[in-house]
Every structure is written in C-alpha cells, then in structure tokens.
C-alpha cells in the first residue's frame, strides 16, 4: 500500500468513533495572540508543516516510503487525523483569527493526510456551508507568488502576465509563464482541492472573480490532467489558455490523457464566442505541426462559420512554412469531411484571397526567392482551383507558361528582382498544375504536388542561381 493511500486509510477511520489526540505543534501554533491581529505568512504555515513532522516523525518517513508506522503510531495517527477533523467540521467564521485558524487547521491536514488525498476521502462528510465559506474567504485572500523562473530577476512579473492577459497577447503570457510555478501555500492546496471535488461550480466562480494567472497555475498544479476539463467552467479565457498550455505538456511527456481531445474542443467553442479567437488562432496554430491539437481544430472549424475560419487562415505564417503544408493540408481535409462541399468552398476561397495578397513577396520581408516555394496552405488554394467555376485552369496554366517564358524581356534592377520573380511565378504555377492534374484525374495527382523540379541545363543554372547547383 502506498503513502496516500495509507493516509486516505486512516483518514476514513478517524471518521469512526473514537479517541482524540490534539496535535500540539498546532495548538502551540494557534496559541500566538497576533493571528486575532494579521494573517498568516507563508514561511509560518511551512515551518508549522515541520513542527507537525517533527511531533509525528513516521509520517515523514511513509511519505518518503521508508518504513510503515507500527500499531502505536497508528493509534496516535488516527486519534490526531479525528482531532483535525472535528476542528474542521466544527469551524465557523468570525474574522482573521478564524481564518488563520482554517488555514494552520488546513495545512496540519495535508501533513497528517500526506497530501490532500486523505482529507478528499473524506470531504463529502466533513465540509458543510460554513467551511465552504471559509474556503472561499481562503482563496479571495490568497496571495500567491511565483517561485523559480522569470520571478528571480523579473520583480513585476506578475504585473506583465496580467498586461500580456488584458491586451490577449497569449504567447506573451505563455511566456512569461514558462519555467516558474506557483508558491505552493498548503492551506490554498488543500482549498483548492476541496472545492473541486464538491462544488466545482462554485470554485470556477471563485477563480473568475479573482481573476490572477500565477493563482491559476496553482490551481494548475493541483488539478493535474482535470484541469482541462474544469476550464470550460471558468469563464476566463486566459485561464483556458494556461489550462491548454498544462495539457500541452502533459501530452508530449507521453501521459495518456483520455477525453482530451473532446474537452479541448469545448475550450475552442467557448473561446469561439469571445474577441480572443484570432488570438488563439495565432498563439497555438500559427505553425501547425501535426501535434495532438489539430484534429480538434478541424472538427472545431466544421461547427463554426467564415470569421472563424478566416481567423484561422490569417494566423498561419505563409512564409517559409513549406513545414506546415501537410499538416494544415490534413487539417483541411478533416475539416472538409465534416464541413461538407458548400462550407469547405467557403473555406477554399478565404485561404485563396490571402494566399493571392501575399502572392510570396508582400508580407514586407521577402527581398529574394532563390527557388520556387511551398507554403501552408498549398492545399486549400489547390481545392479552390479545383472547384473554382470562374478559373479556366488550361487558360491560367497557359498564361503563367507565358510570364514565365518572356519574362526577359521586362526591366528589372537586378538579377536578385529578375531570380525572384521568376520563382514568384513558377510557385504560382505548381499549385495550378496540381490542380490541373486532379480535374484531370491523373493518376499522380497526390494530396499535395511534389517540391519543384527545374530543367538541369548551363542556362538555367547559371542565370537562375538556383539554390544547391
């Protein structure tokens, strides 16, 4: 049997009648007059956590899974896990010397608990309304800081993921947030903890109104692979972002997370209905990967209507994203699948009218092509011209061939601006040929055209400067 497991057993038979133990470090602790004056410090809960270690030696020693404690301090366990409830089940509020009481009362839980999981095992029968409040009391007036990371040498960093929420810059949060973690207050684990487990609701609410990113990555930390799916209460959208984020990481370690797909798509449509879609867009599929997240978007995308797609298509970056041609290409026929003919030609002819803007060279940072370019979204720009009934695909075909072949004999400033252009055009003109092939049903039309194969002659090595000749 192990640690937490033990100590949930001892917990659920200290709800059985029997004698009490007070925990002294505890009484020692609440004795100090000044908490009727000031709360609670931190450091002070942790060297309480100590005290308590110190009194019940072997509950250190099962956490670390050393050695089992023998049939006496089994008894002494069991008598003080009943005193620790019977103060929790009897606590009633009444200012900062409540409240301080809840929060030593609390932590003395998780140490005899080893960890909350003893206290959860039996939450349903100790926590009444009063408790709850104070719960809540606990976590509005949580202070929780960052530990680690940016917190070291950034003093504001709180103030900066609170900027970077407020004016939705998601990668900004992420960020910032990425290498620290939250302070993690034993008192504020074990709230936590018990809300989620009995009035989740009431917790989302909570975490709403305190409105606080490093809060919520406490609340992260606790929830572990449940927090995902607890997000789509809470209706902060940042909150659902570091949620993902959580997720995100527990997936590429290789956890197993069974349903994740469908509570990430939950987050998707509520995020949907809010001004953060673009963001998101922007912060998570900018450069799809093929990762775990892009099947839930194409089903996402078929549910939704042409702002949201078009929010899509705008945050893929179009330049040197030939890495991001078959995983957006597999996105699109997912979502095509479901979407149908109708919603997927609405789709084709967004991604054609930002593909056709762009037309390689007017993103305002293309000075040179020196080879003819994919780009994320060859494939839905193939499918409009596939299905396009105002494109003569012989005729364009015809007309690129012509560009490309007189195209000597117009002035340029340089042989870079002539190189350019000419590989400008023959990207253009792969993506009409492939569509070519799949109206003509050629048998090596594959879902998207192979990398460009140019003549090896002198001429076209020479004045092309083709890369790698």
């Not at 009444?94 to 003893?118: D, E, H, K």
């Not at 407020?166 to 960020?175: H, K, M, V």
């Not at 003509?440 to 400067?465: C, G, I, M, N, W």
């Amino acid at each position: 049997m192990d640690a937490r497991e033990l100590g949930r057993q001892t917990f659920r038979l200290a709800l059985q009648s029997g004698s009490f133990a007070p925990v002294e470090s505890l009484n020692q602790f609440l004795a100090n007059e000044k908490l009727s004056e000031v709360g609670i410090h931190p450091a002070d809960l942790k060297s309480l956590i100590e005290a308590v270690h110190a009194e019940f030696p072997f509950l250190r020693a099962e956490a670390q899974c050393e050695e089992k404690p023998n049939d006496e301090n089994s008894v002494k366990w069991c008598e003080a896990t009943r005193s620790v409830l019977r103060d929790l089940n009897l606590w009633e509020p009444g200012g900062i010397a409540q409240l301080n009481r809840l929060r030593a009362t609390l932590a003395v839980s998780q140490a005899l608990g080893i960890g909350v999981a003893g206290f959860l095992s039996v939450s349903t029968e100790i926590v009444g309304n009063n408790l709850i409040r104070g719960l809540l009391d606990l976590i509005d007036q949580a202070q929780i800081g960052p530990f680690g990371g940016h917190s070291r040498r950034v003093p504001d960093l709180k103030e900066k993921l609170k900027r970077a929420e407020q004016i939705r810059d998601y990668r900004g949060l992420e960020s910032w947030a990425q290498g620290i973690g939250p302070d993690l207050q034993e008192d504020a684990i074990a709230a936590i903890a018990i809300l989620h487990q009995l009035v989740p609701d009431v917790l989302a609410e909570a975490i709403a109104t305190k409105d606080d990113p490093v809060f919520s990555m406490l609340v992260a930390f606790v929830l572990g692979d449940e927090m995902i799916r607890f997000a789509a209460k809470v209706p902060l959208v940042s909150f659902k972002y570091l949620s993902t984020c959580r997720q995100l990481a527990l997936v590429r370690l290789s956890r197993e997370s069974p349903g994740w797909s469908e509570d990430f798509q939950q987050l998707l449509l509520q995020v949907a209905n809010t001004p953060d879609w673009d963001a998101w867009m922007v912060s998570l599929f900018s450069a799809p990967s093929g990762g775990v997240t892009d099947d839930a978007l194409a089903i996402t995308l078929a549910k939704l209507d042409e702002t949201h797609w078009r929010g899509f298509i705008k945050s893929l970056h179009l330049r040197h994203s030939s890495r991001e041609t078959y995983p957006v290409a597999n996105i699109m026929v997912r979502f095509s699948d479901l979407a149908g003919p109708a919603k997927a030609s609405v789709m084709w002819s967004i991604a054609f009218e930002e593909w056709n803007k762009w037309d390689y060279i007017n993103d305002g940072n293309v000075r040179f092509m020196d080879e003819p370019a994919a780009c994320a979204i060859d494939y839905p720009v193939i499918m409009y011209y596939v299905h396009s009934k105002s494109v003569d695909l012989t005729a364009e075909l015809a007309k690129l061939a012509r560009e490309v072949d007189f195209l000597e004999e117009r002035w340029f400033e340089s042989v870079s601006d002539l190189v350019t252009e000419r590989n400008r055009l023959l990207s253009r003109r792969r993506l009409v040929q492939h569509a070519y092939e799949i109206v003509q049903e050629s048998s090596a039309a594959s879902l998207l055209p192979q990398a460009y194969k140019h003549s090896d002659t002198d001429f076209v090595r020479v004045r092309y400067l083709y890369r790698g000749q």
